[in-house]
């Protein structure tokens, strides 16, 4: 049945093609590799060439199919075929190629592995597992066998793929360095073809791979392989064979005389010749005879998946043979074994000792087994079930065995069905004599077949008894008209009084039971496969003292529903109570690890794992949580009391921080089981501290400043005080002095500091307090620029000293406030001129980036390091350190303007100040160039 669905299956898949007639206008598309020497290659002539070539030339011309033959890379050969774009093509038959097409059933040629390798070195490669060894390096061709079965095997880093060949095997000779892995006849081709003499092949010990037909026509197919047969038995194909396979087989040409004596011998043999052609027709006749039977034994084996493997006792090797009979594998004693249980190989190993030391007189000829394996050559590596036999297929002259065969067949279906029926059957007894509930089979007719010993104790009676009495299900239940077949899903309670039922009216004589009794009934009925009813089964269960304590227990039950109230009214209130505050119950369990938190006594909210937890934990505290969570889990004996941070946040961005209290809770045996307590949000509370530390160091730092700045302030004041109250002391009281003009002037001028100086401490403190408002509005500074700097450094102009404005704008509109502005540049153009005796003061602007940025510098007298140092660790809002609030106010100014103000500078060769302040242009008109 399977075979046909196989069948129908290939015929539907084939059934486009099948109709396809080739003609000239049509004919048969053959492709081929071009670089498959020596089965199709392009030869010196560009023309399509090689055995494969031939072999379909002969075989087109014995179908008369007309047909084309086009060479492509291999790949694309494939795909053509995959998608119709032709008809024909031979390739291995392996899962990789699967997907282009179907195979015919003959196996043209064996590609078999081997190494081509410079002679007089060391050859590390003899069998397939060599190619994994680390270190390995070999060259293989991208679409070979051995490249897929490599990369398969997860050997991919040994292989060195390339595509050509014909060249790296030059190369390697020419190098003599390197090593490939391809089909023998091919690089047996090659170093013919170019008389290569320094490298030698060894044939490497791997599964072969056999060269079909390919197509997606199954008809061709079928047609290609009875031609090949024909073709075969007449011995057409052995000679391309020789021509390209074994050149050396073919002979020389013979002298021009060697023909005249073979014409004379060929008289001399012509009745000889009758002899030898009747016996080549018989020979024929027995090749298709065994061609037939290898073929019938190839669809015998795989329809009854039956597989064949020999082993060679002298070699000690195993030899997996394919459905034609050709050894498709081989393998090692260990590499054997390897399919098989430790203690399975050990048996089948014992039973091949018997039968290798068995001699032909013995009547030991085969022997059967039954062992798990893995289908390794059909691509499964769980074990299966398999019957394996096995005998003696060869013998030596003595009669001793030299080959044992053993067939093997998948019975895995078979088996577990006979451990399914088993297992059926042992749960069968075991719910049918279980002491929980009793059960009776009844047969069709309603009689008693089978009790178990529950359902005895139940009705007190001997199972021999009452199923001798033939007792009936209508007389147990007491229903006289029951139907069986309408029995299925039937559930009845049975009550009744015994003691009011004498002994002779008892319908059921080896039931002894007494008193009034009460019995619940299901019945469930049984069917075959053709639905016919084989019998009914009856479950029974007393409940006689079930149902007298009925009354007991719905008073009990009473009584739990008014202490269930009670406890409920005070669950509900601290439910309430709770879940209006921040705190929360919570247990963890030792045993699961895991912590759960309630929302009231029982509401679960949530239930974390201990990986879930640490995740939730924040990065500061989760050292402190693994700690608390490893004493839990080793139960220790103690209050778990910390506060946690989270990851999490609470409302308002705080950081979530939760405080935990958990006391150890006992079982009866006083070992700690969970840990009991609450938790209690106070990430308020953190945050109200952590903001009353901030604020306490802001008050502090206030204090700092104001103490600092006090003392700056003193020393400021009392200089110029200092000086006026010297100059006073030399004027004379009653007479004039002949200075006294002078220091009057410099009484005044030391006045006018003073004044200057209050004014700047009392512009600085509302620029701290924030009362100096910062207005942005649209305003050409290319017109403001110069005259600021010019009002900055004219009180402090002197004639050794250029002062110099680059204005690059004609016109500069940017929302800015001018005012202050204008103040922080006529105060850096004030300390530059100030500190220049000589030399250059230059001013300057740009408006890069939505940024204008100003510089001044100078040739002046350069700011110490030191006090460069304390300058540019001066922040807006804290002490100055340095004499004056001039620059202290522009910094001040500059950093309200969201800008930056730096200071370069070297003592001896003057100072630059950058100011840098974001806004917006609206007008950019730079000056033209002249």
């Known amino acids: 049945?399977?075979?046909?669905?196989?069948?129908?299956?290939?015929?539907?898949?084939?059934?486009?093609?099948?109709?396809?007639?080739?003609?000239?206008?049509?004919?048969?598309?053959?492709?081929?590799?071009?670089?498959?020497?020596?089965?199709?290659?392009?030869?010196?002539?560009?023309?399509?060439?090689?055995?494969?070539?031939?072999?379909?030339?002969?075989?087109?011309?014995?179908?008369?199919?007309?047909?084309?033959?086009?060479?492509?890379?291999?790949?694309?050969?494939?795909?053509?075929?995959?998608?119709?774009?032709?008809?024909?093509?031979?390739?291995?038959?392996?899962?990789?190629?699967?997907?282009?097409?179907?195979?015919?059933?003959?196996?043209?040629?064996?590609?078999?592995?081997?190494?081509?390798a410079p002679k007089g070195k060391p050859t590390e490669i003899k069998t397939f597992r060599d190619l994994g060894k680390e270190g390995v390096k070999v060259i293989v061709n991208p679409n070979s066998m051995s490249y897929h079965l490599m990369m398969d095997y997860g050997w991919g880093e040994n292989a060195i793929p390339s595509s050509d060949l014909r060249e790296v095997i030059q190369q390697v000779s020419a190098h003599e360095d390197g090593q490939i892995v391809w089909n023998t006849l091919s690089l047996k081709w090659l170093m013919n073809r170019y008389h290569i003499d320094n490298l030698q092949l060894t044939p490497v010990n791997m599964p072969h791979g056999e060269y079909k037909f390919m197509s997606n026509n199954q008809q061709l197919l079928d047609r290609l392989d009875e031609a090949y047969t024909k073709l075969y038995t007449a011995d057409k194909i052995t000679p391309l064979q020789d021509k390209w396979f074994y050149p050396e087989r073919l002979k020389p040409e013979p002298p021009q005389w060697i023909w005249y004596a073979a014409g004379i011998a060929l008289l001399l043999i012509i009745f000889a010749s009758a002899y030898a052609i009747s016996y080549r027709i018989q020979s024929t006749k027995l090749k298709l005879q065994n061609l037939k039977r290898n073929r019938r034994l190839a669809l015998i084996l795989q329809t009854s998946q039956v597989r064949i493997w020999t082993y060679d006792i002298e070699k000690n090797q195993f030899a997996w043979r394919n459905d034609n009979g050709q050894v498709a594998y081989t393998y090692s004693m260990e590499e054997f074994s390897q399919r098989y249980s430790p203690e399975d190989f050990v048996r089948l190993k014992t039973a091949l000792e018997r039968l290798s030391k068995g001699t032909k007189t013995e009547k030991e000829e085969e022997l059967t087994l039954s062992l798990r394996a893995k289908d390794v050559e059909g691509g499964d590596t769980d074990l299966r079930d398999y019957y394996i036999v096995l005998s003696v297929l060869r013998r030596d002259k003595e009669g001793k065995p030299t080959v044992i065969i053993g067939t093997k067949k998948d019975v895995t279906k078979e088996s577990q069905l006979k451990r399914d029926e088993e297992d059926r059957t042992l749960r069968y007894w075991s719910i049918f004599y279980t002491p929980i509930v009793g059960i009776m089979l009844f047969d069709k007719e309603g009689k008693i077949v089978n009790i178990n010993p529950k359902a005895c104790d139940m009705f007190c009676c001997e199972a021999e008894d009452i199923i001798a009495e033939k007792a009936s299900i209508q007389d147990l239940l007491g229903i006289s008209d029951l139907n069986l077949e309408s029995l299925d899903g039937f559930n009845a309670t049975h009550i009744i009084d015994l003691d009011r039922i004498p002994d002779e009216e008892r319908k059921i004589r080896s039931i002894k039971a007494k008193g009034k009794v009460y019995n619940e009934f299901k019945l469930m009925t049984v069917y075959d496969d053709s639905e016919d009813l084989l019998g009914v089964f009856a479950f029974c269960r007393d409940i006689t003292t079930l149902v007298s304590g009925i009354d007991q227990e719905q008073e009990i039950q009473k009584e739990m529903s008014q202490v269930t109230g009670v406890l409920d009214h005070y669950g509900n209130a601290i439910d309430a109570t709770i879940g209006d505050t921040d705190i929360r119950l919570v247990r963890y369990s030792p045993g699961s690890h895991t912590l759960t938190i309630f929302n009231g006594t029982d509401k679960i909210q949530h239930k974390l794992t201990q990986t879930r937890c640490m995740a939730l934990v924040g990065e500061q505290s989760k050292r402190a949580a693994m700690r608390l969570l490893n004493d839990m889990d080793d139960r220790a004996d103690k209050v778990i009391e910390h506060n946690i941070q989270t990851a999490l946040r609470a409302k308002g961005g705080k950081t979530l921080t939760l405080y935990f209290n958990l006391k150890p809770k006992r079982d009866k045996n006083g070992d700690i089981k969970e840990y009991l307590g609450l938790l209690r949000d106070i990430s308020d509370l953190m945050a109200l501290e952590k903001q009353m530390t901030i604020e306490t160091a802001k008050v502090q730092e206030v204090e700092n400043t104001k103490n600092s700045f006090v003392k700056n302030m003193v020393q400021d004041i009392k200089e110029p005080m200092n000086t006026v109250m010297e100059y006073v002391s030399q004027i004379g009281e009653n007479a004039p002095t002949d200075n006294e003009e002078e220091l009057c002037a410099g009484i005044a001028q030391n006045a006018d500091y003073l004044l200057h100086l209050i004014d700047n401490i009392l512009y600085l403190s509302r620029l701290e307090a924030r009362m100096v408002e910062i207005k942005k509005d649209p305003c050409n500074f290319a017109e403001i620029f110069e005259e600021q700097c010019t009002t900055g450094w004219m009180k402090y102009q002197n004639a050794d000293t250029r002062y110099i404005v680059e204005n690059p704008y004609e016109q500069l509109v940017i929302d800015i406030d001018a005012d202050n502005l204008k103040h922080a540049i006529a105060q850096i153009a004030a300390n530059a001129a100030q500190h220049t005796k000589s030399g250059m003061v230059k001013a300057r602007y740009d408006y890069i980036g939505r940024r204008l940025i100003i510089s001044i510098d100078d040739t002046g007298e350069g700011i110490p390091a030191a006090q460069l140092e304390k300058i540019k660790l001066e922040k807006p809002g804290g002490a100055h350190t340095t004499k004056g609030l001039g620059l202290a106010i522009t910094k001040e100014l500059i950093s309200q303007m969201e800008g930056t103000l730096e200071i370069v500078s070297e003592e001896g060769s003057g100072t630059i100040v950058y100011i840098t302040i974001p806004c917006h242009a609206s007008v950019i008109k730079r000056n033209k160039l002249a």
């Open 1 to 116: 049945m399977l075979l046909s669905s196989f069948l129908s299956l290939t015929t539907l898949a084939a059934e486009g093609d099948s109709t396809r007639v080739y003609t000239e206008q049509n004919p048969l598309v053959y492709e081929d590799a071009w670089d498959l020497w020596p089965y199709a290659f392009l030869n010196d002539n560009g023309e399509p060439d090689g055995f494969n070539i031939d072999l379909i030339r002969l075989i087109m011309k014995e179908l008369n199919i007309p047909y084309t033959i086009r060479l492509r890379p291999q790949q694309q050969a494939f795909e053509d075929l995959r998608d119709r774009k032709s008809d024909l093509m031979l390739g291995l038959a392996v899962g990789f190629h699967d997907q282009y097409g179907l195979y015919g059933n003959n196996a043209i040629t064996l590609f078999t592995q081997s190494l081509a």
